[in-house]
């Protein structure tokens, strides 16, 4: 361990007169590792050489983050947790590889997040205000937007999206390269294989609809006449009988000046995978 490191176990006051940083005795932290100010590390925690964790991040005992990782600040990252380790792909080759993890971020116990792939971009990222529950795995590749949340062991596939304020219920499994929209609710034990549109719930292997999130939406203070646009949507897509084109072409004609409406539009308009219906 560095000088460095020694000195900033003692818990001496840091400079501007912020908390100085916190390393129990038994955890191992390289001198290149960037910690600021704040940072608590636990009893048994091994952080890599490459990895950079924001001010005011508490990190408890047995965690193990590695690689090029970036931790932002305020996070909480629970006993068990593995970060940043290679990602569990055939065509990974040692290539330099990142995770990014944003701020004010709850990581739970024995949650795993690994880094990037060339063939991905060669970044996994999570965004700020996410939950993690405990032995949730998000794998290579991954875009979590902000305010999102794993339920226990959740599991996301390579390459998966999951989008602001969505919610992943327990034990639920998400496909490669799937797409899940932002204020979505796939419940929980879900076998996701296609892209769960915004605004909407979602369950079952392989899911079904189950109408607007509209709890969800009222908690995040949707207007009702909002909420009457998307519902007047939802039936036009997924309801009356078309099929996707020809229900997207009335919704353009029947529904208008809603954002949310043309961002659902969207939404189905570029999937990949194929929208669940």
């Known amino acids: 361990m560095s000088t460095v490191a020694r000195k900033k176990r003692r818990g001496r006051p840091g400079p501007?007169?912020?908390e100085s940083i916190h390393l129990h005795p038994t955890a191992i932290v390289p001198s290149t590792a960037q910690l600021g100010e704040g940072v608590t590390i636990g009893p048994w925690t091994v952080i890599g050489e490459q990895v950079s964790i924001g001010e005011g991040t508490s990190i408890g005992s047995h965690v193990v983050i590695d690689g090029w990782t970036e931790?932002?600040?305020g996070c909480r990252i629970f006993p068990h947790a593995v970060l940043g380790t290679e990602p569990q792909d055939l065509k990974f080759h040692g290539e330099k590889s990142h995770l990014?993890?944003?701020d004010h971020t709850v990581i739970r116990e024995f949650?795993?997040?690994?880094?990037?792939t060339a063939s991905g971009g060669g970044k996994t990222m999570v965004g700020n205000h996410t939950f993690v529950m405990a032995y949730a795995h998000v794998a290579h590749d991954c875009f979590l937007g902000d305010h999102v949340i794993l339920a226990n062991a959740a599991t996301l596939g390579g390459h998966v999206t999951i989008e602001d304020y969505?919610?992943?219920g327990g034990l639920c499994g998400v496909h490669q390269f799937c797409r899940i929209g932002k204020y979505s609710l796939v419940g929980g034990c879900s076998a996701v294989n296609q892209d769960i549109?915004?605004?909407i719930k979602a369950q079952g292997n392989r899911p079904d609809l189950y109408g607007l999130n509209s709890v969800g939406l009222k908690r995040h203070d949707f207007s009702k006449e909002t909420l009457q646009k998307l519902r007047r949507a939802y039936r036009l897509l997924f309801q009356s009988g078309l099929n996707t084109s020809e229900g997207m072409a009335r919704v353009e004609e029947e529904v208008r000046d809603?954002?949310?409406v043309t961002y659902l539009l969207q939404f189905?308009?570029?999937s990949q995978r194929g929208i669940t219906r």
């Open 71 to 73: 931790i932002g600040r």
């Open 16 to 18: 501007r007169g912020k």
């Open 166 to 168: 969505a919610i992943v």
């Open 258 to 260: 809603c954002p949310e």
């Open 100 to 102: 990014f993890i944003g």
């Open 268 to 270: 189905i308009k570029f």
């Open 197 to 199: 549109p915004p605004f």
């Open 111 to 116: 949650a795993t997040i690994n880094r990037g």
